[in-house]
């Protein structure tokens, strides 16, 4: 057996009576350590007398003066409080709540960036449609009215004959 040991059994003697086994390791350690015995004995007598005592009476007010305790310190717990809260919040962020601040900057900024490409990409892509739309529908009336005239400029002969008439000028 070792110290640790005769200590658990002081300990358990506190609480309860110790078994039959407990008590035969203990006279096997109080024979072997005689000095040992007398602070075995001290802490029997020394319980012993705690036992005897009265238990202390409950005063009957004992519940209100416990309230009393405790809202008096509430009384004076509250200004340094509420004064040490905005003094918290006036005096510089600590660093981990800089980290904070800044991801949850980062986080709204890239949710912003991504949802105004998704908008300018709608934007886009309505415009492409209204444009392919435009065109889709055929040529405009106008045009084909004046398809003749349009038809003799792009002939080539009267470019060469238009060229000639400028190079006489000259």
Same mark, same amino acid.
């Given at each position: 057996m070792?110290?640790?040991?005769?200590?658990? =059994? =002081?300990? =358990? &003697? *506190?609480?309860?009576?110790?078994?039959? #086994?407990? *008590?035969? &390791?203990? #006279?096997?350690? =109080?024979?072997?350590?005689?000095? #040992? &015995?007398t602070r075995w004995l001290e802490e029997i007598a020394l319980r012993a007398a705690l036992n005897r005592l009265p238990e202390p009476p409950v005063p009957s007010n004992f519940l209100a003066r416990v309230w009393q305790?405790?809202?008096?310190e509430e009384m004076r717990g509250a200004p340094a409080s509420t004064a040490a809260g905005w003094r918290a919040w006036l005096r510089w962020p600590s660093l981990a709540t800089q980290f904070a601040c800044a991801l949850l900057l980062l986080a709204t900024v890239a949710v912003v960036i991504v949802q105004g490409r998704r908008v300018s990409s709608h934007t886009q892509v309505a415009q492409s449609i209204e444009h392919i739309a435009a065109l889709a529908s055929g040529p405009n009336v106008e045009l084909l009215k004046d398809f003749e005239a349009i038809s003799r400029l792009n002939q080539s002969a009267a470019d060469v004959e238009l060229l000639a008439a400028f190079e006489r000028e000259r």
């Open positions: 070792n110290d640790t040991l005769f200590e658990a =059994l =002081l300990a =358990l &003697r *506190q609480k309860r009576a110790l078994t039959a #086994d407990e *008590q035969s &390791r203990l #006279d096997g350690w =109080l024979a072997a350590h005689p000095g #040992d &015995r305790g405790i809202e008096a």
